[in-house]
């Protein structure tokens, strides 16, 4: 029985609905782990997808999960059934490419320039 308590079926759900598993996972896998599992799974046809793993950012009971934690230090004692399938809610970062341009364009435009002569 101690087996089955180290697995946890784990369902992500993506922004528009639809979802990526359920798969097992350990209870000693990194949320690392499981965002490398996420972008390894993501759907080819999707237009804006994560890049890289510090792109996506894991959500399980409220709570933003963080790189370093494992599956069973992030479990719910209340929301998790044992048996039940687990269900994350994945979000993506958007590219900060407009941000980066329109802080350097506004850095242009604040510049003062005096000249003595």
């Known amino acids: 029985m101690a087996g089955?308590?180290?697995q946890l079926e784990?369902?992500?759900l993506l922004i528009d609905g639809t979802d990526i598993g359920p798969?097992?996972?350990a209870a000693a896998t990194s949320i690392a782990t499981l965002k490398e599992s996420v972008l390894a799974q993501w759907p080819k046809d999707k237009e804006y997808g994560p890049r890289t793993v510090k792109d996506v950012k894991?959500?399980?009971?409220?709570?933003v999960l963080e790189n370093n934690r494992?599956?069973?230090e992030c479990q719910s004692p209340l929301g998790d059934l044992?048996?039940?399938v687990t269900t994350m809610h994945v979000v993506v970062q958007?590219?900060?490419v407009e941000k980066d341009k329109?802080?350097?364009s506004e850095a242009k435009m604040g510049k003062c320039v005096c000249v003595i002569l």
């Open 4 to 6: 089955s308590q180290d």
């Open 10 to 12: 784990i369902k992500f």
């Open 23 to 25: 798969k097992s996972y």
């Open 58 to 63: 894991l959500i399980s009971a409220g709570k």
């Open 70 to 72: 494992t599956v069973g």
């Open 82 to 84: 044992p048996g039940g």
């Open 94 to 96: 958007p590219p900060s």
């Open 102 to 104: 329109k802080v350097a």
